[in-house]
């Protein structure tokens, strides 16, 4: 068995078929699966294959046997199959490897065709070198292993993810979670697949503290708790403020009547802390970093635009140092006079999450 391209062949007149074979050997899944081909896996090569080239058809689903990029055979014998493989040829000139199997096909003590039709295939094969009964089989086996493989793999929801055309189970699961249409993936700093994995939580029409808190507590991989019902002032427009001799409203003592010019709220701010954690992860989750970002993602995907957010950042003890020249502190963020460190976890720094 040769694994390139015939030495003889003129360069201009190898065909975009030919040239993606050499490549296909040269991968070294390949390499090795040529050197012993007896330990594979006949679904395990063939998804191997279906994931190589995205602009093919999938194995299974071609329309003619040329889109293919291998050809699938039997091996006429009368023994029982110890492996799914038995061995991978290609000829000088032929454009796709030959992969024959033993156990699924015409052929052999588990096929539908009597013994003396297989003992007849295999003995023109070793003793004539005449494949043309077993070739002609090979018609059908190809066609039939490869249905016998897709109807396995589109049961398998890992395997759809092999392909980007491909991927059922993600869009079957996104579905939960209110994101089927393709226009309404990757638009944050979020992949879809941590979404996926929150399904769970962003299921629920109903968003509680708990389920906040294990999303980002599993993707930081650090504690997480909320407070809810953080009290703030809130700012009144001159517009809406009560005054003396106007008409304009809030002004029915008792009821509408309000004194200043704001007003203290108690529903609409959560304090989120999160930590302690080292100094790495502390410094990645500073405003302007990829950590932020993510966070302000996780806020908008999980509680929209309504709520005011409190983020705290909790930096553990042991990383707390005092501020000095060269250090290469942030003011305001990583920086501390304090020389008394190491004893309690640094929890002074709060910030307001922009969504």
């Not at 063939?46 to 058809?57: E, H, N, T, V």
């Not at 996780?298 to 957010?309: A, D, H, K, Q, V």
Request: aromatic share 8%.
């Amino acid at each position: 068995m040769t694994n390139t391209l015939p030495a003889s062949t003129d360069q201009r007149s190898v065909t975009p078929d030919q040239r993606a074979t050499a490549t296909f050997f040269a991968e070294p899944f390949w390499q090795h699966l040529l050197e012993d081909p007896h330990k594979a896996d006949l679904f395990s090569v063939l998804r191997w294959i279906d994931s190589r080239d995205d602009a093919k058809p999938l194995l299974g689903r071609s329309p003619r046997p040329h889109f293919e990029p291998v050809r699938l055979a039997q091996e006429p014998s009368l023994a029982f199959a110890a492996s799914t493989i038995a061995g991978i040829t290609q000829a000088a000139g032929e454009a796709r490897p030959r992969l024959s199997i033993l156990g699924f096909g015409l052929f052999g003590p588990n096929g539908p065709m009597p013994l003396h039709l297989t003992e007849y295939a295999r003995d023109r094969l070793r003793r004539f070198n005449d494949p043309t009964l077993a070739h002609f089989a090979d018609i059908f086996h190809h066609r039939l292993i490869l249905l016998f493989y897709r109807a396995w793999a589109d049961t398998q929801s890992t395997v759809s993810m092999d392909r980007p055309d491909d991927d059922r189970f993600t869009r079957h699961a996104a579905s939960l979670i209110g994101y089927g249409q393709s226009t309404l993936r990757a638009r944050d700093d979020i992949s879809d697949h941590a979404k996926l994995f929150h399904a769970q939580h962003l299921a629920r029409q109903t968003r509680n503290p708990e389920g906040l808190a294990a999303i980002l507590s599993s993707y930081f991989s650090v504690p997480v708790s909320i407070v809810e019902f953080v009290s703030h002032w809130i700012a009144l427009a001159r517009s809406e403020q009560t005054r003396l001799a106007s008409s304009r409203g809030n002004n029915r003592l008792g009821e509408t009547a309000i004194i200043g010019e704001q007003v203290l709220d108690a529903q609409h701010k959560v304090r989120i802390t999160m930590g302690p954690m080292s100094l790495a992860r502390y410094q990645s989750l500073l405003p302007g970093c990829a950590g932020a970002a993510r966070i302000a993602a996780w806020l908008r995907t999980y509680l929209g635009l309504e709520l005011l957010i409190d983020l705290r950042l909790v930096l553990q003890k042991n990383d707390v140092f005092s501020a000095r020249l060269g250090c290469g502190a942030q003011l305001g963020w990583t920086s501390w006079l304090d020389t008394h460190r190491n004893e309690l976890d640094a929890a002074d720094l709060v910030l307001g999450c922009d969504l």
